[in-house]
């Protein structure tokens, strides 16, 4: 009996052809995506909660007072922060060199004032400002004028427990203290097994790809909702992202990109990007359609409809697919440490190799962790403050 086939349909071949077309003719581009955005992105956020300094402590109070009073008093924080941050760069500059718990308590206290009394207006100043400082502190570095890659230095190297003790608080902000206490309890464990450096690392990477899936998710998913033949194209493409085995999406992006960071982020954006998309698109389509047409009645640009009745009726349900996105930019990039994504899934994928169960047991455990605190914070977004007190 005969073992040949019929016909042959030359796919791998295919495949390659194209992926090999992609490097020759767009290596411009993979490299501008590779060393000017996904790699400083992760670069800055690992460095961010893996080595903290002032101004980092600066960014994350910003997000928690965003969280628990308002994005205007968050940025105005922030402008905050950054003022201080620069006078005190100023004044150690000039020689007068201040001890850090003396900055602290300025910052503390220039915060605490911001938090208190802001407005719109001064909001967006200083979110131009705290803008600007990163942009011209991004120059220094990228021309070599820093040394050490900053222009803006204030109080290094403060104690890695200090960006667990934020995360504590973004909990608390979101959540409440219960939510709180299981952060500071599942981050102890984390810090007592030797696996918070990897750990943050894992978390810079994840947060690298959901931000770009949600950025890229939501508007296809809104224009779905709004145009039949957008969500008749996406769905195929969002079904063969989903499911395609996840080892598969790493190979083309390893010979596009090389070993390292970036195809783990690139595959992991791919990879996540579904939820974002399909969300939306379900959210946006279950609004009322009698309060869309009392606001068409009314003569509301659509525009408007969609920024101040649709997307806010629709936020329980794009948030639920927010959360998704994260839970498998997750499970993506512990596969990603295959390729050199480094984290902890690097120490998994060593731990299988090497059959280390003591090096498995304990970065397995970071990884849960990190996905329940993940899973219930990002999930306490799509609730309104009244229900997020009942519980």
Do not use: C
């Not at 605190?373 to 009942?390: C, I, M, N, P, W």
């Amino acid at each position: 009996m005969s073992n040949e086939l019929l016909f042959e349909i030359p796919l791998g071949s295919w495949a390659r052809s194209a992926v090999d077309w992609l490097t020759a003719n767009l290596k411009g581009l993979f490299d501008w995506l590779s060393d000017d955005l996904l790699l400083p992105m992760y670069r800055f956020l690992a460095n961010l909660l893996t080595t903290p300094d002032f101004l980092s402590i600066g960014v994350i109070l910003v997000i928690i007072l965003a969280l628990w009073k308002g994005w205007q008093a968050g940025a105005a924080t922030a402008g905050a922060v950054a003022l201080g941050y620069l006078l005190n760069e100023f004044v150690t500059g000039g020689g007068l060199a201040l001890p850090w718990w003396v900055v602290a308590i300025v910052f503390a206290a220039i915060a605490v004032g911001a938090y208190f009394w802001t407005n719109l207006r001064v909001a967006l100043a200083v979110i131009f400002t705290l803008a600007l400082a990163f942009a011209i502190d991004q120059w220094f570095l990228v021309n070599g004028v820093a040394e050490d890659g900053a222009m803006i230095h204030g109080v290094d190297n403060l104690p890695e427990w200090t960006i667990g003790a934020l995360l504590v608080l973004v909990a608390f902000a979101t959540k409440g203290w219960r939510l709180a206490l299981g952060s500071l309890i599942g981050f102890a464990v984390i810090y007592g097994v030797d696996q918070w450096t990897n750990a943050m690392s894992t978390f810079a990477l994840v947060l690298v790809a959901s931000i770009i899936a949600i950025i890229l998710g939501i508007p296809i998913g809104i224009l779905a909702a709004k145009n039949r033949a957008v969500s008749t194209a996406v769905r195929p493409i969002l079904d063969f992202l989903q499911t395609m085995p996840a080892f598969v999406y790493l190979i083309p992006f390893v010979v596009l990109f090389g070993i390292g960071v970036v195809p783990g982020i690139v595959a992991t954006i791919l990879f996540s990007i579904a939820p974002a998309v399909r969300f939306t698109e379900l959210g946006i389509k279950q609004v009322d359609k009698e309060v869309v047409e009392a606001a068409h009645a009314f003569g509301a640009h659509p525009g408007r409809i969609l920024g101040q009745i649709e997307l806010p009726l629709a936020r329980a349900t794009i948030m639920g697919g927010v959360n998704q996105v994260i839970m498998l930019a997750l499970s993506m990039v512990v596969i990603a440490g295959m390729v050199g994504a480094g984290g902890l899934g690097q120490d998994v994928y060593t731990s299988v190799t090497q059959v280390n169960i003591s090096l498995g047991a304990e970065s397995g455990i970071a990884v849960v962790i990190l996905a329940m605190y993940l899973d219930r914070v990002t999930a306490a977004f799509g609730t309104s403050k009244h229900e997020q007190l009942a519980n």
